[in-house]
């Protein structure tokens, strides 16, 4: 591994961890309706699930999901459904008066949210061989592998952990809670868009 080649690696997690996508729908949500704790579990789950596909990607594994159309279709679709899922809870979100904020995930909540939106992400592992078929090759050594694969989960974890604790920060949480439903219902809504995109990539 140079240092070249690494500088690359960085670049381009970091571009693919600051897209705005379901992934950061997802954190903010967790933030927003469990604080900075639910902020910071999903954010370490997230990049879990994204180093693990790096890892599968890296070894070859990945490449056995997307040569499969079966494995790939069946994975787009249970995507889909948990996007939808997870953007019909926010659109129902109503307001609690006994609550602080509507509808509070609890920690378990955070971690599966943070894990499922990656794992059920197959252009996940798509993106990963793209990326890793041109600074992987025969010679590379398995501790670079296990390096470039580190380097994507810190990226992504750490950019995440970034927005949830700037979301969370009491300035800006007092200000979201008193519009908290709302929220919910805004991130419910573009949850289920992106449910509906993935359903029409599919069946193009």
């Not at 690359?8 to 469990?34: D, E, F």
Request: proline share 4%; charged share 10%.
């Amino acid at each position: 591994m140079t240092w070249a080649t690494w500088l690359a690696v960085v670049s381009i997690c970091m571009l693919g961890a600051m897209s705005p996508g379901p992934s950061l729908a997802v954190v903010l949500k967790q933030t927003l309706a469990g604080g900075r704790s639910n902020g910071i579990v999903v954010a370490l789950t997230h990049g879990l699930g994204i180093g693990l596909y790096a890892l599968l990607s890296i070894f070859g594994l990945a490449a056995l999901i997307t040569a499969s159309p079966v494995a790939f279709t069946a994975l787009q679709w249970s995507g889909a459904l948990y996007l939808a899922w997870l953007g019909v809870k926010g659109l129902r979100a109503r307001a609690n008066p006994d609550a602080e904020l509507p509808d509070v995930p609890t920690t378990a909540s955070a971690a599966r949210d943070g894990f499922l939106v990656v794992f059920l992400n197959p252009k996940v592992a798509v993106f990963f061989i793209a990326l890793f078929s041109q600074v992987v090759g025969a010679d590379t050594s398995v501790l670079a592998k296990l390096g470039y694969a580190a380097t994507a989960m810190v990226i992504d974890g750490g950019w995440y952990l970034v927005v949830a604790w700037l979301f969370s920060t009491p300035a800006w949480l007092e200000r979201l809670k008193r519009h908290s439903v709302w929220f919910e219902r805004v991130f419910g809504v573009i949850l289920v868009a992106l449910a509906g995109r993935l359903v029409v990539s599919i069946l193009k």
